[in-house]
């Protein structure tokens, strides 16, 4: 079993940043992919970004250019810099793990775009 925790949400203004983190109970080199979903209230999830076990990396159209996600396998831990934060990325975001077998989820950080 795996379990993932986000951190990293807050409330930030227009054009600001955020980093958020995804701790993993287990050793995540051997997870196939792992990425971020987010989903607004009254919206349908929304696919952000996700990093291959090869470090390849894509991204939702919407935040293609702002955000960058990456892992570091040292710590167990991934992460998605947010980067000209809009008003529209304001969303609950979460983080998942694919495996061979399954996915994981963890249970989301809020994320407020606000001025």
């Known amino acids: 079993q795996v379990q993932l925790v986000e951190s990293g949400g807050d409330l930030v203004q227009p054009g600001g940043s955020l980093r958020l983190s995804c701790a993993a109970s287990g050793s995540i080199f051997r997870f196939r992919v792992m990425g971020w979903y987010r989903q607004a209230p009254g919206k349908e999830r929304e696919w952000v970004a996700f990093i291959t076990s090869s470090d390849i990396t894509n991204y939702g159209d919407s935040v293609k250019g702002r955000f960058t996600i990456s892992r570091d396998n040292a710590k167990n831990t991934g992460h998605l810099q947010m980067n000209s934060l809009k008003p529209e990325d304001t969303a609950v975001y979460y983080c998942?793990?694919?495996?061979?077998?399954?996915?994981?989820w963890g249970q989301g950080t809020q994320v407020t775009v606000s001025s």
């Open positions: 998942y793990v694919e495996t061979d077998y399954t996915t994981y």
